[in-house]
């Protein structure tokens, strides 16, 4: 409301601040705005459970009043089997420090030139989606993808992020853990009390039902990492699957949804008022 999206202040955002402002900020809109004042089904993609689950470790109550249950998809916490190619890339010193030259707060703006040369280069040059998304997380040829969907897709993304999230990311992956952000040394000891960021605490979320839903073959959220959440919160988890033959993109531009049919009667069974 008060900062100009091309200055640096605004784009001054990770994953945590997403979680811990934005998504109450949404829910509580819903809430008072939805005549039932209902709480709601929140599903999550990739990016979207990370900034939940961080959220989670620090305002639990909130969440358990606005959040009936969270869906999952291709969850995102710790990275520490993680084979993006894209994360690999940033984390080198010199990309780094060629963004912050630049003053390139924005990554992936999603502007009508960045949609229109995604859309020419997808048209033209049938390999540029299967490179796009293989910096970022998986194969586009897998069995559970729609070829032709991926096309649509790729039209628009990336959709844009700051490079606080991405660096965000990135320390994930480098320090094998979940943690929070690294504004190193004496910024860390002012906000956290230590040198170090402390990891999230994701253990102790309890009492708010999770499904989670891994893909095999995920090589962003990748099945060792879906696992190893699921063992820290196995207490509140009501339905986890790790489906074969399905990568990160797969829960947006599969073949069928056949997968979500486990998820969705679950969520009827428990929640009769959805239909």
Same mark, same amino acid.
């Given at each position: 409301?008060?900062?100009?999206?091309?200055?640096?202040?605004? +784009?001054?955002?990770?994953?945590?601040?997403?979680?811990?402002?934005?998504?109450?900020?949404?829910?509580?809109?819903?809430?008072?705005?939805?005549?039932?004042?209902?709480?709601?089904?929140?599903?999550?993609?990739?990016?979207?459970?990370?900034?939940?689950?961080?959220?989670?470790?620090?305002?639990?109550?909130?969440?358990?009043?606005?959040?009936?249950?969270?869906?999952?998809?291709?969850?995102?916490?710790?990275?520490?089997?993680?084979?993006?190619?894209?994360?690999?890339?940033? #984390?080198?010193?010199?990309?780094?420090?060629?963004?912050?030259?630049?003053?390139?707060?924005?990554?992936?703006?999603?502007?009508?030139?960045? #949609?229109?040369?995604?859309?020419?280069? @997808?048209?033209?040059?049938?390999?540029?989606?299967? +490179?796009?998304?293989?910096? &970022?997380?998986?194969?586009?040829?897998?069995?559970? @993808?729609? *070829?032709?969907?991926?096309?649509?897709?790729?039209?628009?993304?990336?959709?844009?992020?700051?490079?606080?999230? &991405? @660096?965000?990311?990135? #320390?994930?992956?480098?320090?094998?853990?979940?943690?929070?952000?690294?504004?190193?040394?004496?910024? @860390?000891?002012?906000?956290?009390?230590?040198? *170090?960021?402390?990891?999230?605490?994701? #253990?102790?979320?309890?009492?708010?039902?999770?499904? &989670?839903?891994?893909?095999?073959?995920?090589?962003?959220?990748?099945?060792?990492?879906?696992? +190893?959440?699921?063992?820290?919160?196995?207490?509140?988890?009501?339905?986890? *699957?790790?489906?074969?033959?399905?990568?990160?993109?797969?829960? &947006?531009?599969?073949?069928?949804?056949? +997968?979500?049919?486990?998820?969705?009667?679950?969520?009827?069974?428990?929640?009769?008022?959805?239909?």
């Amino acid at each position: 409301q008060t900062l100009d999206p091309k200055s640096y202040e605004f +784009w001054q955002f990770s994953l945590h601040d997403m979680g811990n402002m934005d998504l109450p900020a949404v829910l509580t809109y819903i809430k008072k705005t939805n005549l039932t004042h209902q709480p709601v089904v929140y599903f999550g993609h990739s990016q979207g459970t990370a900034m939940l689950f961080a959220a989670l470790t620090s305002k639990l109550e909130f969440f358990k009043e606005h959040i009936k249950v969270f869906v999952a998809l291709a969850p995102v916490a710790r990275l520490s089997n993680m084979s993006s190619n894209l994360l690999k890339f940033v #984390q080198n010193g010199q990309v780094q420090e060629l963004f912050g030259a630049a003053n390139a707060c924005e990554m992936f703006p999603a502007d009508d030139e960045a #949609q229109e040369f995604n859309s020419y280069m @997808n048209r033209h040059f049938s390999s540029y989606s299967s +490179w796009g998304l293989g910096m &970022l997380s998986d194969d586009s040829t897998g069995k559970a @993808n729609d *070829k032709k969907q991926i096309g649509v897709y790729m039209k628009h993304f990336p959709c844009g992020t700051s490079l606080k999230c &991405l @660096n965000h990311f990135v #320390q994930i992956y480098q320090s094998k853990i979940f943690t929070m952000y690294d504004y190193k040394d004496e910024a @860390n000891v002012f906000l956290y009390k230590s040198i *170090k960021p402390p990891e999230y605490p994701v #253990q102790n979320i309890k009492d708010i039902p999770i499904m &989670l839903i891994g893909g095999q073959e995920d090589k962003l959220a990748a099945p060792g990492d879906v696992n +190893w959440l699921y063992s820290q919160i196995a207490t509140t988890v009501v339905y986890f *699957k790790i489906e074969p033959e399905m990568g990160h993109i797969s829960f &947006l531009c599969g073949n069928d949804i056949e +997968w979500f049919k486990g998820v969705l009667d679950l969520i009827k069974q428990r929640y009769s008022n959805i239909q």
